[in-house]
């Protein structure tokens, strides 16, 4: 196996392990919201969301007071 083939094989295990990190991580996000919203644990579960986010179902823009 020559270096070319060797680095290309490095680049894509690289982006694999980069988009299973990123599905995990999106699967860990996903997981901790529900029983902080069950748990009425507004202000953690608000912490989960990005700022200037839209919720799909309110269409209203996540702002958070600092």
Do not use: F
């Amino acid at each position: 196996m020559s270096r070319d083939d060797l680095d290309a094989r490095i680049a894509a295990l690289e982006s694999r392990l980069h988009a299973a990190e990123d599905q995990l991580a999106i699967q860990n996000l996903l997981m901790a919201y529900g029983p902080l919203v069950d748990s009425a644990s507004a202000e953690e579960a608000g912490k989960l969301w990005e700022e200037g986010a839209v919720t799909p179902s309110l269409c209203r823009k996540v702002a958070r007071n600092a």
